[in-house]
């Protein structure tokens, strides 16, 4: 037999397709055509022995000899079509047992199915999905309708009309058939009707055919479960989501819950992208996601909804927890809130969280969203914890704007909620995030009143991260005996609290401070007391900063093949871990290194490779150091005006900073270069 199934969800164009290729396709079958609809108007299926019934009368066979059983109806339909060339279409089938009563024993007659189901059980049968419109199509189908120069006079209307009807043709259709019946509406006025969410479907209904009543035919065949999902995953805002997300939705186990989920999917009501190297990625369509709200409004009540996004924001707390505890060897560095998590077994847990950094960045968006879901529920405990433990991601990345922006919602609401500890929080973080803008007295305005408030609630670990973002402040502005003292202060209290990640990244500042001072011993000797840290805390990226920092030590007296080794330690451990800052920063040093050892042009490309990196990451810091050093190979090479500009390059960076340690060292840099290109190029003496 030849059967070809179309597939796609309701009002993509199943049916208008398969009649099309009917009417196109009559000449090739002289004995006729059969049509069935295989579900009634009120979206119960239409029984298989009822369609057999009427294909026979068709056929010729009067009532009083129709068959009375279903396998005689359709032994009989199969020999009446056997030599005969027809086309059968069956339009809307809801599975392979209904539609396999109504197959012809012959592949004279081939059948032509259309379902918002992938009927993959049918045997032998080829499918064809079929997807909303591009654009491009959709402006054609209005085009044909309005006319084209209705539509392309209000193009920028057309193209929002075609986003909020979600290109799916039958909503496209309708709205320009509104528009045709009423010529003097302009687009932009249905566009305007259409924003609002709470009409929309209303909208999209003309001539007794609308998007809603076909959603809700599919709505109602649903198993219970699958229709109480379908309600809930309108509560999440986020544009796609994980399978795991149903497990909390429905307070069910991971596993019962994805199979309700693939129910959904089967049924066209939720979209899943598959792209490689990442994890399935489910989303609702636009106006899928409208109708689903409405079914959360008639069925769920506001407390029964408070309590389901309660779990599913605490699941997320849950799992970005996790996630940074496997990115960063441990819970270091980190404090968090009382807002309870709710459990997923182990195995998920691995499965979701095989590479953490990936995780992170395949979930950045829909976590934003939760952070204001959270904030806007009240959940000012869950926001905070949530919003800190994200810093994992917005710092190696350089994602900045997100920090920003999840930091300022839930401080709004632990400020309402009087929540002071989550305030601190906030504030330490807010403060942390100035330090990587090098908006230095900023930072200073936000850590101050964090680490009051963090002494006020008795949090010894929060004032301690807090000391330390202070000092850090203090050395960059070049203030090195108050940062000495601050980070010995933060030390004592970090290894009351067991934070053996952040004594290791203060012990490494203090060895910094030695090296500036000149005192490579006693920057050695701490920073081997940072390494010992670190390795207590199995922290890799704050290993590969120390070990930048001993690399540097190294060149401070000459010790090349030293630096070499422990550079090149670090550059591996920072690729491997996914951290472009420490990246630009070890390559910095190996550049060095080159340079020492007479490789002007090899350390050259290396830190242009850097300051690439360092760009893209928004490190300030690291780019004005890159560029410094630039323009100490650039000297080398006697090409003392790129060396200027290499050299002015780090000056503006350092005086946006307020970095007036690193300005000062630029500074004489840039003196020495011009002494050697006004000496270069002095005329020679005449004697």
Known sequence: MRIVSITGRGGVGKTTLAVHLGHSLAKRFPDGQMFAKLRGPSAQPILPARILERFLRSLGIPGSAMPQTIEERAELFRNLIADRRMLIVLDDAIDEEQVRWLLPGSSNCPVLITSRSRLAGLEGASSVQIDVFSTE?????????????????????????????????????IVAARLAARPHWPLSKMVARLRDESQRLDELTHGGVGVRAGLAMVYQGLPADAQRLFRRLSMLEAAEFSSWVAAPLLDVAVAEAEDVLEILVDAQLVDVEVVRGRRPRYRLHDLVRVYSQE?????????????????????????????????????????????????????????????????????????????????????DELCWDLALTLVTLFEMYGYFDDWRTTHEIALAVTRHNDNRRGQAAMLYSLGALHMFEYKLDEARGRLGPACELFRQVGDVHGEALALRNLAFVDRIQGRLDEAMAGYEKALVMLSQVNDS???????????????????IAEGKETMAAGLAAVERSGNRRVRAQILCRLGEAHLQIDEVTEAEYVFTQALETVRSVGDPVGECYALRGLAMVRSRQGSHDAAYEMLEEAVGIASQAREYLAIGRIQLSLGEVAADKGSYERAKEHIDAALDVFGRMQATRWQKQASRLMSEVCAASDAAYAPASTG
């Open 137 to 173: 199509q959709a402006l054609e189908l209005l085009s044909r309708i309005l006319g084209a120069e209705r539509v392309h006079s209000e193009l920028p209307s057309a193209l929002q009309l075609i986003e909020l009807c979600g290109n799916l043709a039958l909503a496209l259709r």
């Open 501 to 519: 990640t952040a004594e290791a990244h203060v012990l490494s500042n203090m060895a910094q401070i030695h090296l500036d001072r000149g005192l």
């Open 295 to 379: 079914c959360l409004a008639e069925h769920e009540n506001t407390a029964e909804r408070s309590v389901v996004l309660g779990r599913v924001l605490s699941t997320w707390l849950l799992l970005v927890e996790e996630a940074h505890r496997r990115a960063y060897g441990g819970d270091h560095t980190l404090i968090h809130g009382d807002a309870p998590r709710l459990a997923l077994d182990a195995s998920v847990l691995d499965r979701e969280l095989d590479d953490p950094l990936r995780w992170f960045e395949d979930e950045r968006a829909s976590l934003i969203t939760a952070v204001r879901q959270a904030a806007g529920a009240g959940l």
